[in-house]
């Protein structure tokens, strides 16, 4: 009995920690997708659909493949409450959020880095070895942004960005390693979140990115121009 309270003890502050990044990490990415869906002039409904799909869809998948059903994003009030509202917030006042400096990216990389972090720190309160619980966290960043991009009909941003899934990756990494080191959690949090929201702000002022596949002809000859 003293062993399961005290197991209970150390997991309440992780459950915080996690919804609150969770609730932080829905309401950036569905500001990221509403956004792209007023820069689209989308009817009101078609903005709040891209911000619910943007907020919630890499939580969803997590929540399936770790097993914490049913998601959180349909079971809790909040999360909904929150993307709508934000997309709401933004199909309002979109010219004032413009201001704030190519929005999408700014808060689609803070997005990244939270939900990074706190889908790794949810799959590990699960159970998952940490490299693992590293690759969840790396599913909810990149989970949104693919759903948003899928439902605009374009190739989705994590496939033709500078450091996209690999800075997420990274910041994932952080929080797995802290973790099998038995470092304290908030700080580990801090550190991956910035270091994932870091390199993707460096990667998109310096254009940072992966190689890129060459197209070649079907003689294995790079193509000539276009005709």
Known sequence: MAVAAAGKAQSA???????ILDLIGTFVFALSGATMGVRRRLDL???????????????????????????????????PCISLAAGLVTFLWSPWIERLGNPVRMFDALGLAVFAVAGTQKALAFGLAPPMAAAMG????????????????????????????VAALAGAAVVALGSWLQLPTLPCALAGAGLCFGLRMMALRHGWHLPVALQSGGDGEPPGPMR
Request: zero cysteines; aromatic letters at 8%.
């Open 13 to 19: 502050p992780m459950n915080t920690l996690v919804l």
């Open 45 to 79: 409904f078609g903005v709040l659909v891209l911000s619910f799909a943007a907020a919630s869809a890499g939580g969803m998948a997590r929540d399936v493949l770790i097993g914490a059903t049913p998601v959180a994003a349909l079971s809790d009030w909040r999360y």
């Open 138 to 165: 790396m599913l909810t960043g990149i989970g949104g942004g693919i759903a948003r991009d899928v439902l605009l009909a374009q190739v989705p941003l994590v496939l033709r960005a500078e450091l996209y899934a």
